[in-house]
């Protein structure tokens, strides 16, 4: 009984192994060129905004679809940042383009979380179970992605709507993380200055 090799798989090309990649517009450059230090950022968002959505799914919280169509629009910011601005075809431009409207619905998104909020009188901490706590942790990983989008930004490679997306996001992810404590009636740590040689005083609040 003979067993044939199989066939090569297309997950790997062997064509990035001096360190190179390819954009959308062709041009090959440096994997540790600003472009890509922006798609690993935002890619690796979309993988941290995946886990969130599992637990939110899993407590029945209502920010699952929303947080599907946010990596959605993560995949949408990461073919426009791989499409250099500047140096690229008509055709690829409009393919590519991320559109402002995007950023309005987001800012929609955070009305409607917030106004069923209390007001935050009090820094807080990352808290309120797992779906909180995840959302916090997209919201820091939202934040880096923002800082290392701003100079592609800067340098004409990426629409300025993919910087305002990036900047309200984190906003749609704090508020999300306090509406998943709320929904599942769990405590939010809140800040307290800690005081040498006195023990620390937890405070909480219910939501």
Not at 63 to 69: A, C, F, S, T
Request: with cysteine; charged share 30%.
């Amino acid at each position: 009984m003979t067993s044939e090799a199989p066939q090569k798989s297309m997950l790997y090309t062997r064509t990035g192994d001096k360190g190179e990649s390819s954009l959308y517009n062709g041009e090959r450059r440096l994997k540790t060129d600003r472009i890509f230090e922006a798609l690993g950022a935002v890619d690796e968002l979309n993988s941290s905004i995946g886990i969130a959505h599992h637990y939110c799914k899993k407590s029945a919280n209502g920010l699952d679809e929303q947080l599907i169509e946010i990596q959605c629009n993560l995949q949408d910011i990461g073919s426009n940042i791989a499409t250099p601005r500047n140096d690229a075809s008509e055709g690829q431009l409009r393919k590519t383009a991320f559109d402002e409207g995007h950023v309005e619905k987001l800012e929609g998104w955070i009305d409607r979380l917030d106004s069923q909020l209390p007001p935050l009188r009090n820094f807080i901490l990352p808290s309120g179970g797992e779906s909180s706590i995840f959302l916090h942790q997209s919201r820091s990983i939202c934040r880096r992605a923002e800082r290392t989008v701003i100079p592609v930004v800067e340098a004409g490679d990426a629409d300025g709507t993919v910087l305002k997306y990036l900047n309200r996001l984190s906003d749609y992810l704090f508020a999300a993380a306090r509406s998943a404590a709320k929904h599942e009636g769990l405590e939010e740590n809140i800040y307290k200055k800690a005081k040498p040689g006195r023990e620390a005083v937890v405070e909480t609040r219910t939501l």
